[in-house]
């Protein structure tokens, strides 16, 4: 079955840096596009960034361009979220979400979740 | 860009039906998939409907979505209202930037 298991949130300061990861199985990771979307608490989703199925394309939420940067490792069937330059609206549960196909439709599957806290 | 409107919270009975709308600002409804989300407390996301319609495998037939052009909006209805199906749901499509436009959810009372 569809497995994706985020991981690397924790307490960080303002200005730092945090890098997040999901693990995928289940499935053939390299043929679908996957996202990171986040909530912070007692708020709605907010999508923040993609990547399609062979990397080939990334886009980001305007609120975190040229902050955060999105990767993946086909060969590892991990997904990742390079998160610099911290701040505290950045606080937030971040999940992995799975696209319903190779680019950036929809998602289908999504992890638990890992949560980040900015502050000093 | 566009916005997704939903209303802030719906409520009905067990074994009622429950229409929640999602209206997009501009732009056609039709031009891009809309996606429904189940979200219960202390839980992640579920997928209850992708590409306007479809079911996701293990969502109950009680879960449809439809757009409808002429208010340019999606919806999702739910039959046969179960406790269980109280929740907040989003809807969500995406924009010619190819990002990803969520609606601010909409809190589903069951009582």
């Known amino acids: 079955q569809v497995q994706l298991v985020e991981s690397g949130g924790g307490v960080v300061q303002p200005g730092r840096s945090l890098r997040l990861s999901c693990a995928a199985s289940g499935f053939t990771f390299s043929s679908f596009g996957m996202h990171w979307v986040r909530q912070a608490p007692g708020r709605g989703l907010e999508w923040v960034a993609v990547?399609?199925?062979?990397?080939?394309?990334?886009y980001y939420a305007e609120s975190v361009k040229g902050r955060f940067t999105i990767a993946r490792d086909n060969s590892k069937n991990t997904l990742y979220l390079q998160m610099n330059s911290l701040r505290a609206e950045d606080t937030a549960l971040y999940y992995c979400?799975?696209?319903?196909?190779?680019?950036?439709?929809?998602?289908?599957?999504w992890g638990q979740g890992t949560l980040v806290t900015v502050s000093s | 860009n566009f916005m997704l409107t939903q209303p802030h919270s719906v409520s009905e009975s067990p074994g009622k039906t429950v229409t929640i709308s999602c209206t997009r600002s501009s732009g056609s409804i039709a031009s891009n998939y809309v996606q429904w989300y189940q979200q219960r407390p202390g839980s992640s996301p579920t997928t209850m409907i992708y590409e306007d319609n479809q079911r996701p495998s293990g969502v109950p037939d009680r879960f449809s979505g439809s757009i409808d052009s002429s208010s340019n909006s999606a919806s999702l209805t739910i039959s046969g209202l179960k406790t269980e199906d109280e929740a907040d749901y989003y809807c969500?499509?995406?924009?010619?930037?190819?990002?990803?436009?969520f609606g601010a959810g909409t809190k589903l009372t069951v009582l």
């Open positions: 990547i399609w199925y062979d990397g080939s394309n990334k």
């Open positions: 969500q499509s995406y924009d010619s930037g190819n990002r990803w436009v």
């Open positions: 979400a799975r696209d319903v196909g190779a680019t950036d439709i929809g998602g289908d599957y």
